[in-house]
């Protein structure tokens, strides 16, 4: 986000400094902050409401109330109570600080092997901040009896993830910006059902989670190598869920190699979902210069305006 220049007349005016140039067309501002791009004339008067009911409220979390704001359908009261919840929380759990705590290697290296959320060094071709996680791999029964490792471990390393997640979008000046949403790619290669149902206490508790503290960070979920059955279990849940949410998600069948490059630019793929090398070296299914600028189109689960071409922004 970026501030505005100060008004001509203005106590804190460095002297001689310009006058201010009126706000660009099409940008919103609010308190002299311009507001992250894809915000709408429905946000800042819900703003100006919701910093008007809380005290607390700064023009650092902009992008976070805009989310909550849209989360709740601008219902001031329900977003207020959202934000207090979650005020609370990264209080009580210290989440400010969590990127720079003390973390156990060997509790981390034993997490890995079960779960280990990617965030991929490239934006999607619609500039999305792209999350990869593989889940087929998590055993719950295994990480507790033979490793001891526990929920609070696994729930930790998950909101560390997301936290870290939030925070390169709410900054994200390159991409679609951080009303738009991140890509995930839910990787479900190797699951069954008793590792779902192992891990389903794991999954309630970091929906809920995600839902309270990370609401509106989704903006498109491909989910790949799905088991059987899972597209009926899918369109069964969606008759359940927020119609919005709904259309954010996606079950792609087949290998993942033979369409990821519709969302994003092979290179920044684990290797295990790039395709093969053709003959003359190149990867199969795209050219290189074809896939820095894939039509949106060609993607069916995109909900937000197509972004310039991809731009390279690594992620700490």
């Not at 791009?37 to 805009?66: C, V």
Request: overall charge positive; charged content about 25%; hydrophobic content about 40%.
């Amino acid at each position: 986000m970026r501030r505005l220049g100060c008004c001509r007349g203005s106590a804190g005016a460095p002297k001689g400094a310009p006058e201010a140039a009126p706000a660009p067309a099409g940008k919103l501002f609010f308190r002299g902050v311009e507001l992250p791009r894809g915000a709408r004339p429905a946000d800042l008067s819900a703003l100006h409401e919701f910093f008007a009911a809380a005290s607390d409220a700064t023009t650092d979390d902009l992008p976070r109330i805009i989310r909550f704001l849209r989360a709740r359908k601008n219902n001031l009261p329900d977003a207020l109570a959202l934000w207090r919840q979650d005020q609370e929380w990264r209080a009580r759990e210290h989440i400010d600080e969590i990127m720079t705590e003390h973390v156990d290697s060997a509790v981390e290296r034993a997490i890995a092997g079960h779960y280990a959320p990617m965030m991929l060094d490239e934006y999607s071709h619609d500039g999305r901040l792209v999350m990869y996680r593989q889940l087929g791999e998590l055993d719950m029964d295994k990480l507790s009896k033979q490793q001891g490792i526990e929920m609070k471990h696994l729930t930790r390393r998950h909101v560390r993830e997301m936290e870290r997640l939030r925070r390169k979008m709410d900054s994200d000046t390159i991409g679609a910006g951080a009303l738009a949403g991140h890509l995930s790619i839910l990787d479900l290669k190797g699951t069954s059902l008793l590792k779902f149902l192992s891990a389903r206490s794991f999954w309630q508790v970091i929906g809920g989670l995600d839902g309270t503290h990370y609401a509106e960070t989704l903006g498109a979920l491909v989910i790949i190598n799905p088991p059987p059955l899972t597209q009926y279990a899918l369109n069964t849940v969606k008759a359940f869920i927020d119609p919005v949410t709904a259309s954010k998600i996606t079950v792609r069948n087949g290998p993942p190699s033979s369409f990821l490059h519709e969302y994003v630019a092979v290179h920044v793929l684990p290797d295990h979902l790039r395709p093969a090398p053709s003959a003359d070296g190149s990867s199969v299914g795209r050219a290189p210069e074809a896939r820095a600028a894939a039509p949106v189109s060609a993607v069916p689960v995109i909900v937000a305006p197509a972004a310039p071409k991809t731009r390279s922004g690594r992620a700490k």
